[in-house]
């Protein structure tokens, strides 16, 4: 018996990172990157081995993104699948702000729920994905997840701490984006959120001034978007990435990518955590002169196709 789980990319238009601060985020699911759990339940002979090591994940690196996936799922749902086999896949690049980690973590959790025959409800799913990720001591917020959970175009609001509410939009309403990232730039940002987490328990008055505008940013951007006004959504990406960096240094590298953008007149703002961006780009002569900049830096630059 095997089943499948996949999830996409997600790259943040606008209020990144005010998920967790009581702000919002505009965000898509990228058709262009995905991450795939296969699970098996391992019969037979194998179980011999099997009792000895219930999970096996190839590759190793992913094993403890599923395993704590795993058991989040038995605790939440009470089945487990004992001597289980996972096989995961994944194109979406590694540590640059494209939500990777999340993205194991939910197609696992969806592979589950079709072995096991279980259902999740779609909107417990991100805090499930979470607090997985939180087991493993990764600080992050919920929108990747929510994200991923949602697919789509999905404006999210969220409490500091406390509920959140996603409505999906139609991505049809989107102008065409594009992606670039470097695969030399990628850094964890563990260490990044739990600065900020650390500032905003300390009372900080800045950052709770910048996430409050950035969760008005990724609401002007909805709007935005509903009324198919590009320019308008151009507008709350640069915004949101002006207020991100207000709040401190960021990494050089990643903000290079942001002005390379916007000196070819390019709307631009971190996708997630850096080392990736997302933009507004309708002019394909300008998106190709934006590859031709970039190319000898060995950035990878691409149309975002929108997942389902």
């Known amino acids: 018996m095997t089943s499948t789980g996949t999830a996409f990319a997600?790259?943040?238009?606008?209020?990144?990172?005010?998920?967790?601060?009581?702000?919002?985020?505009?965000?898509?699911?990228?058709?262009?990157?995905a991450a795939t759990v296969k699970l098996g339940v391992t019969r037979g002979a194998d179980r011999a081995n099997a009792a000895s090591e219930p999970l096996r994940v190839d590759p190793p690196a992913a094993a403890a993104l599923v395993g704590a996936a795993a058991a989040r799922?038995?605790?939440?749902?009470?089945?487990?699948?004992?001597?289980?086999?996972?096989?995961?896949?994944?194109?979406i690049p590694r540590e640059v702000g494209l939500a990777g980690s999340s993205a194991i973590v939910i197609a696992t959790l969806r592979a589950l729920d079709t072995l096991l025959e279980t259902r999740i409800p779609r909107a417990e799913l991100p805090v499930l994905a979470l607090a997985a990720e939180a087991d493993l001591g990764i600080a992050a917020g919920l929108q990747d997840r929510v994200a991923q959970a949602y697919g789509g175009l999905t404006a999210m609001t969220f409490g500091a701490p406390g509920p959140f509410t996603a409505r999906a939009l139609d991505p049809r309403a989107l102008p065409p984006l594009f992606l670039a990232w470097d695969p030399r730039g990628a850094a964890p940002s563990g260490a990044y959120h739990a600065d900020l987490r650390a500032r905003w328990a300390a009372g900080e008055r800045q950052i709770r001034a910048v996430m409050s505008r950035l969760g008005e940013t990724a609401a002007f951007a909805a709007a935005a978007v509903a009324r198919h006004d590009a320019a308008a959504l151009g507008a709350a990406l640069d915004e949101s990435y002006n207020l991100r960096a207000s709040l401190g240094p960021l990494d050089p590298r990643h903000v290079a990518l942001v002005h390379t953008a916007r000196d070819l007149g390019l709307c631009a703002n971190y996708a997630g955590s850096g080392g990736a961006i997302v933009g507004v780009c309708a002019d394909g002569e300008r998106l190709a002169a934006l590859r031709a900049r970039l190319s000898d830096q060995?950035?990878?630059v691409a149309r975002a196709r929108v997942a389902p």
């Open 73 to 91: 799922h038995a605790a939440a749902t009470g089945r487990t699948a004992p001597w289980l086999y996972a096989t995961v896949r994944t194109t």
């Open 298 to 300: 060995r950035v990878c």
């Open 10 to 33: 997600r790259a943040a238009l606008a209020g990144n990172p005010s998920d967790g601060y009581g702000g919002g985020v505009l965000a898509v699911c990228v058709g262009n990157f």
